[in-house]
């Protein structure tokens, strides 16, 4: 391995359950219940595409315009504030790659100016060497195009970059690129089919971290 590349929400911190409560609340003023299979349906998804998805899922929002905005201030906010926590081993794990002098790369939804707010906050960016964002893409994952985009910059063979996931989406789009994919259990309840597709699944970085000392011994 040369690269390891990381999603951003859910995979380095743990931000999908709380835009899950944001997002609950917001639907649960409008007399919906937002369940937490749909939401996790949609995690990973662009943003640019969620009215569609809520749309199809609920019916018609008059509304959504509205609670979007809504959720966007918030999630600015939490951001702002650095409120999410970060994944367990996360900076144990960052710090032995740039040790054994990996490079980092971020592969996000999210859109640059946030998700490098995100990382300056939460004292991450000085890991990461560079970023794909979904406001540079055309299709969100699961389509590859975000994963093919980082292989270009990457610079490196396909079997020297890894790829850290905890979305379908996420995963499917690493896949699809013919990335091999890890899979850090956060928010979203992985299906069989997914699981399948994956290296392995870990709980955390220092299980990720454990799995490379046992490897290596």
């Known amino acids: 391995m040369k690269i390891a590349l990381f999603d951003l929400d859910g995979t380095l911190i743990d931000s999908e359950r709380y835009y899950f409560s944001i997002w609950q609340e917001l639907m649960a003023e409008e007399g919906y219940c937002l369940e937490k299979d749909f939401y996790q349906s949609v995690v990973g998804s662009p943003t640019s595409i969620l009215k569609e998805k809520f749309q199809q899922h609920f019916g018609e929002l008059p509304m959504f315009d509205r609670l979007f905005e809504e959720f966007m201030d918030r999630r600015k906010q939490a951001q702002k504030n650095a409120v999410f926590p970060i994944t367990e081993g996360c900076h144990e794990y960052l710090d032995y790659l740039a040790k054994v002098n990996i490079t980092c790369g971020i592969v996000t939804s999210s859109y640059q100016k946030e998700a490098e707010g995100i990382l300056e906050n939460m004292s991450l960016a000085s890991y990461f060497s560079f970023g794909v964002y979904g406001d540079q893409v055309n299709k969100g994952k699961p389509d590859p195009e975000i994963y093919l985009k980082a292989i270009e910059l990457a610079k490196q063979p396909l079997e020297q970059i890894i790829v850290y996931e905890d979305s379908p989406n996420g995963i499917l789009a690493a896949v699809h690129a013919g990335l091999s994919c890890v899979h850090i259990k956060n928010f979203v309840d992985p299906t069989p089919e997914i699981e399948q597709l994956v290296e ?18």
């Open 200 to 217: 392995s699944s870990c709980i955390d970085f220092f299980e990720v971290l454990d799995g490379l000392t046992l490897s290596s011994d």
